[in-house]
């Protein structure tokens, strides 16, 4: 990237959610850029976190991936153009429920320029304030453009640009009042994809899944399209999934479904103790579903008359406007789960004016704002520490992908207690490097000892319930949560 700086004039970032602002931000703070345009699907910033308390109905397919569930959508030949609103599902809706708060503590998950209302653990509705806030606060909102998905993302040929790349994007602004959709392209020298991925579902191949939801229809849904306990009452409700949704939506559930709640486990989380908690039974994972309505589990018990099978198996990244073909190649590996080619979870080894924003699992929105900074100072042609030739950047992907299936990790993970957060942090704060003089650019924050020692010890539920090291830390306005004595364990199981 760093043959691209001093030619990039106008950048696209794509997304309005956290990783969005702190990139709006960044790049504003340059001072350089003549054109800063952040797009947004949803009618207002603030991705995950906006609340929509319509739960729509979402179809489940049992084993299929992005591709096949969240297809690219046949752009109109001639534009611009105004078609009939697109009705292909396109998962915009939130993953929210009612009693989610955050399970990252505060003062890791704002930005560092600007605090959460309160916490350490808060309703949902603060980051949503928070990153609303964050845009119109930092007047990062003119850069906005709203209701508008990015289509299409198109590399055109280098003679088209003096040999350099530039993207063209297809846009798609919805317009409710006329029902009608508009549609027109522009060119920008980058692109920086700040998109989530956590909005279309992932439910695992079942034998007889398929055929148990045609036979019976309701039965079935995933997290996505949870909100409150209510539609539950006295069913008997089995969870699949124990990770975060699987435990909160479990819990959630005691008290209103018939008891007690069933909870399918694949892997042992780190908040289990060694049974499950009051109202809940654990079950292992499923063999298969058989016409009757059984559902037979890998250690041959059943249940009879489920009501409810709630899947909390998660989400899987989707980019639906690459143009794979143009392109040429995918972004992500849904085999191997990771991004193709990318150097420090940010750049592209082959698309130098390309970045992304939010891949790993880790601090989230604070280490946004280290990649997002590292990203603008590069883009701009500033950066302190120039990115590794090629070779190095991809024995980089290869050594990491080695060693994250050997450890049996994500390659997007990244751990805290071997140092592998601050060292990934670190590297793009040297790659950032300082502001001017004149104050052009943001300073990648430090990681400072309150930032710390709260990953460290708080959290929102007790580690392993009994453990004495557990104590009680907050309760009354601001929930309860607990501080623990520092120990052995990796964010990236813990944190988003
Ligand atoms: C149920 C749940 C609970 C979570 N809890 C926590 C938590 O407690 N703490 C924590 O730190 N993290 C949590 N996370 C992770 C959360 O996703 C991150 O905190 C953070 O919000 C991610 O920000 P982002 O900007 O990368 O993505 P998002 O917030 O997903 O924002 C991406 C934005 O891009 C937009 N977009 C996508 N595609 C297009 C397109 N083609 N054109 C235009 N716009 C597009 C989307 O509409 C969205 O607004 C949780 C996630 C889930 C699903
Ligand atoms: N703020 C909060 O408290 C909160 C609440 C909900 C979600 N979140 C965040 O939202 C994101 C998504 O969380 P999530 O819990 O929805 O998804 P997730 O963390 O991806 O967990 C998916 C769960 O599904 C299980 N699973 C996946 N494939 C399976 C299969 N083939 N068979 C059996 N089980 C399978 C996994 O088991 P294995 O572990 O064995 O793979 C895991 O328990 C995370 O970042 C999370 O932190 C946060």
Not at 53 to 77: F, H, K, N, S, V
Not at 136 to 162: G, M
Not at 362 to 369: A, K, N, Q, Y
Request: contains cysteine; neutral net charge.
């Amino acid at each position: 990237m760093a043959t691209a700086g001093g030619r990039i004039k106008s950048v696209a970032v794509v997304g309005a959610g956290a990783a969005g602002a702190i990139a709006a931000a960044a790049l504003k703070a340059e001072n350089y850029f003549e054109r800063i345009q952040v797009f947004e699907r949803r009618e207002t910033p603030g991705g995950t976190w906006i609340y929509d308390a319509e739960p729509t109905p979402l179809p489940i397919y049992p084993g299929y991936l992005p591709p096949d569930t969240d297809p690219p959508l046949r752009i109109p030949e001639a534009l611009p153009t105004v078609t009939p609103p697109v009705q292909q599902e396109r998962w915009t809706k939130t993953p929210v429920y009612n009693s989610l708060t955050t399970n990252v503590p505060a003062i890791a998950m704002s930005f560092s320029d600007s605090p959460f209302a309160y916490g350490p653990f808060v309703p949902h509705y603060i980051p949503r304030q928070y990153v609303e806030n964050y845009f119109s606060t930092h007047r990062l909102d003119a850069f906005l453009q709203l209701s508008t998905t990015v289509e299409e993302i198109l590399k055109l040929p280098p003679k088209y640009n003096k040999g350099y790349e530039r993207w063209k994007l297809t846009l798609r602004k919805h317009d409710p009042v006329r029902r009608l959709d508009f549609w027109w392209e522009e060119e920008f020298d980058a692109v920086i994809l700040a998109n989530g991925h956590y909005s279309v579902p992932y439910v695992p191949y079942v034998k007889g899944l398929e055929e148990y939801i045609s036979k019976y229809p309701e039965r079935i849904s995933h997290s996505k399209e949870y909100r409150t306990p209510t539609l539950y009452a006295n069913k008997k409700v089995l969870i699949i999934g124990n990770s975060a949704s699987g435990h909160d939506l479990s819990v959630d559930l005691v008290g209103t479904a018939s008891a007690p709640v069933y909870q399918s486990r694949r892997s042992k989380a780190r908040w289990d103790g060694d049974g499950p908690l009051s109202g809940i039974e654990w079950k292992p994972t499923i063999k298969e579903y058989l016409p009757s309505g059984r559902i037979v589990f890998e250690d041959d018990t059943y249940l009879d008359d489920i009501d409810a099978v709630l899947y909390c198996t998660g989400y899987k990244p989707s980019f639906p406007f690459w143009n794979v073909e143009t392109n040429g190649r995918p972004l992500w590996d849904y085999e191997g789960n990771k991004l193709i080619k990318t150097y420090w979870h940010t750049f592209f080894q082959d698309f130098k004016t390309l970045g992304i924003i939010g891949m790993p699992r880790t601090l989230t929105f604070r280490s946004f704002e280290y990649q997002a900074i590292a990203l603008a100072r590069v883009l701009s042609g500033r950066n302190a520490v120039p990115l590794p030739p090629l070779e190095e950047q991809q024995r980089w992907e290869r050594d990491r992908a080695e060693r994250k299936s050997r450890e049996r990790k994500k390659f997007h993970d990244i751990m805290w207690e071997d140092g592998e957060t601050e060292g990934w942090l670190k590297g793009l704060f040297d790659i950032a490097g300082l502001g001017s003089i004149r104050g052009e650019g943001l300073v990648p924050p430090v990681l400072s000892k309150e930032l710390i020692w709260a990953v460290e010890h708080l959290r929102k539920y007790p580690e392993n319930p009994g453990n004495q090291g557990n104590k009680k830390g907050g309760e009354g306005m601001e929930g309860e949560w607990v501080v623990v004595e520092r120990q052995k364990f990796a964010l990236g199981g813990v944190l988003p």
